[in-house]
């Protein structure tokens, strides 16, 4: 039997890490450490020499970075509790404190998280386990170990986020998909509807240039026969067959097709503007019948064509500029995500800023019509939040919805206009500032204070005098 194998720690010091506070405690503040050192260093625009040189560190010697270089990893177990261990704990925390000045916005913690979110969670999950990945069991320690040994308590938190965003993806992938769908069904019906108005405008005009010319050729007649000073007898009308007159009964056009039909057979021919009229109310009727075929087709899941017109207009002015404010606030999000991903700056709580970005979204896209004045709105867009604007419905909510914050700025700003709140001056009452006249024409300066109105002399009162000196608010 090998003497080596008996001798030797079966586990190594790490068991003395683990149980001893103040080596957990060391570990957590080395491993920080640690990855401040990485992120600063591996940012290409910036050097540590240029960053201590322009923001020098305060109550540390010229090598600390040399210094923390050398402290050994595992501790010693004999050096537990001694003067050595207290030294190099004090090290750590100054140096930790320094760093974390030098990377803000960016913190140890922001980093460990962000770290933990985007890599790889074998190691973290092996160190979730009880054995320090990078320790013991692993040959080359990595970011995310490190992460992890720094702040142990986020690693739960980071796996939620990671299938929070999982998730998100996926639901954000369906929901876009179900938007567009939906867009490309409301854009086609639109299309149907309005190409069925324009046909029915060409049916209208065509079906008056018939009676106007079934009407002349009446009228000549009959001025002929008032010329002659006898009474001649009108040219005979074309005779349109009970049945063909009947076939039609609920289309106004339809008994003026039959007529045209009728005079074509007749010979009618010879007045160029009948003919010339029935052509275009014929041509007119065919496209029109053509387009209402495809609008059956468009509509056959809501069975009717009025039914098709009434869930048209709720789906393009109530469901779809919820889904694209949704839509705006996870893109915003996205965005929001991917440059704290950039700059090392997530943390725990942006999964629950997210949460209510989204809430929002919806919120505001489904609001936003009631304080956008369209192109077409009558009326005044004085009290208006943008004033008329250019833009579809849902266009308004998606950009509301990625801008949702602005949205809101934008609310507060049109309160204060319809109650006339003004900025309250130091030393005055709040309700004294909300009531009195000469609050409402106090404007903000710079830095956050108000600006006052010269002391020329008591207010007016509503009724043109003026207060007494002494007087208060009751």
């Known amino acids: 039997m090998d003497d080596r194998s008996v001798v030797e720690p079966p586990a ?12 957990y405690v060391l570990d957590r503040a080395r491993s920080e450490v640690h990855l401040l050192l990485d992120n600063l260093s591996a940012n290409p625009d910036m050097t540590i020499f240029a960053l201590t040189a ?40 100054k140096v930790k404190d320094y760093l974390n000045s030098l990377a803000k916005p960016a913190s140890g913690a922001t980093i460990a998280f962000t770290l933990m979110v985007t890599q790889d969670h074998d190691a973290t999950e092996q160190a979730a386990g009880g054995t320090p990945a990078g320790v013991q069991g692993d040959d ?73 010319a079934r009407s002349a050729i009446g009228s000549g007649a009959a001025q002929a026969a ?10 005979a009308e074309p ?3 009970a049945a063909e007159a009947a076939a039609d009964e609920a289309d106004g056009a339809g008994y003026v097709v039959h007529y045209c039909s009728a005079a074509a057979r007749q010979g009618f021919e010879r007045n160029a503007e009948l003919m010339e009229g029935c052509i275009a109310l014929v041509g007119s009727v065919a496209v029109r019948d053509r387009i209402r075929k495809g609008l059956d087709n468009w509509a056959w899941f809501w069975g009717d064509q009025d039914t098709a017109r009434w869930m048209l207009n709720m789906l393009g002015s109530a469901v779809l500029p919820v889904l694209y404010g949704f839509l705006g606030a996870a893109a915003s999000i996205v965005r929001s995500v991917s440059r704290k991903i950039k700059l090392s700056l997530l943390s725990p709580r942006d999964l629950q800023l997210s949460i209510q970005q989204l809430a929002l979204g ?35 909510s998606f950009v509301a919805g990625f801008g949702v914050e602005a ?9 204060s206009r319809i109650f006339n709140i003004a900025p309250v001056a130091a030393g005055q009452p709040a309700i004294a500032a909300a009531v009195h006249p000469a609050a409402v024409a106090a404007a903000p300066v ?18 043109g005098g003026a207060t007494r000196p002494d007087s208060r608010l009751p």
């Open 12 to 23: 190594g010091p790490v068991p003395a890490r683990i149980d001893d506070p103040r080596s």
């Open 54 to 93: 322009a923001n020098p560190p305060r109550n540390l010697g010229r090598d600390w970075l040399e210094q923390v270089c050398r402290i050994s990893w595992p501790p010693d177990p004999r050096d537990s509790g001694t003067a050595r261990q207290a030294e190099q704990a004090a090290l750590l925390i």
């Open 140 to 212: 080359t320690p990595s970011r995310s170990s490190l992460a992890c040994e720094a702040y142990p308590d986020l690693l739960p938190k980071a796996r939620a986020f990671r299938r929070w965003m999982y998730g998100m993806g996926l639901a954000l992938i369906l929901i876009l998909a179900g938007t567009c769908l939906l867009s490309w069904y409301v854009a086609v019906g639109n299309a149907a509807l309005a190409d069925l108005s324009a046909a029915e405008r060409s049916v209208a005009a065509a079906q008056k240039q018939v009676i106007d």
């Open 226 to 235: 008032g010329g002659r000073g006898t009474a001649a007898p009108a040219p």
């Open 239 to 241: 005779t349109v067959l």
């Open 362 to 396: 919806a919120v505001v896209g489904a609001c936003i019509g009631l304080f956008i004045a369209g192109p077409d709105d009558g009326g005044g867009t004085e009290m208006a939040l943008l004033g008329p604007v250019a833009l579809s419905s849902s266009a308004i």
């Open 407 to 415: 949205v809101f700025q934008a609310l507060e700003a049109l309160i």
């Open 446 to 463: 710079p830095g956050g204070a108000s600006r006052d109105l010269p002391d020329d002399g008591p207010a007016p009162t509503p009724d």
